[in-house]
């Protein structure tokens, strides 16, 4: 088997600065373990909160190899018949109809019942064959001609038997279909799996794979994103909202503000040609950090201490 993404040569330093070309701006630990699965053939499992860029890191990967992205979503019940195959039934009906309407054509010759039927056995092996089978999320990832970035998507949400399943896969990169058999990948895909850790994972999975986690960003980093991002962001304003920010994942949160909300908070007093932060434009526009009231709420109660000590420190 072969990989398009493997004879691609690159190094670790121009993948980075390729995803950041994408848009994405990674730091130097998301690029290595991205280029280390690359190069070793190896899934990779991003594990870490929502929000902070384990989806988009492949979306973006698949335009840096210049391969189509094909996505699994998981959820509680995802079986294989959703993310692997399914029998078109509908095809199979209507070859049926054609065969009985040439039976009289196929058992034409045949001597007693055992060359009968033997007739139609070799008919009835081609109703489970690829001609009758719908690929799915997985199938197609391995069918692709060129390769594929293959997305399973929240793995986490899944049940530990559809994890289960997925082991054949992980490691020989290959599926079996009881009425086929074994099904290899023509060009082994770049197989990335995201977690935001709902339940633990299993060790034999974790084998599997190499291992990413994204934390929340570092103000330099997130310094870095949103001038990526939101470029008509001034440096004042840019530089108060992350503190902001930052100072909110120090709360005790259901729901710290991840990078995407930092952005699309960004964008928003953008939008509202906000010059500066203050207690009224924040207030007014924290729905956009924070989606649940209990949180908007508690830091309602501490704001102007809370954008007291931000401006400060900024000062200082």
Known sequence: MTSLYASKAFTQEELQAGLQAGGYISSEAIALSLFLSAQLQKPLLIEG?????????????????????I???CYEGLDEAKALYEWKYGKQLLYTQVLKETLGDV???AKGLAESVGRLHEFGDIFYSLEFLEPRPLLAALQAEPGAVLLIDEIDKADQEFEAFLLELLSDYQISVPEIGTIKAKSIPLV???????RELSDALKRRCLHLYIPYPDAALERRILQSQVPGLNERL???LIGF????RQEDLKKVPAISETIDWARTLLLLHVDALDA???????SVLLKYQDDIEQVESKLPEMLRKVLAALKG
């Open 245 to 248: 920010v930052q100072s909110l």
């Open 280 to 286: 009224v434009w924040v207030k007014k526009t924290l």
């Open 107 to 109: 058992l034409r010759g």
């Open 192 to 198: 990335m799996l995201t977690s935001n850790n709902q």
């Open 71 to 73: 996505r699994l979503q």
């Open 49 to 69: 909160p929502p929000g902070v860029g384990k989806t988009e890191l492949a979306k973006v990967a698949a335009e840096y190899f210049g391969l189509p992205l």
């Open 238 to 240: 840019r530089d108060q």
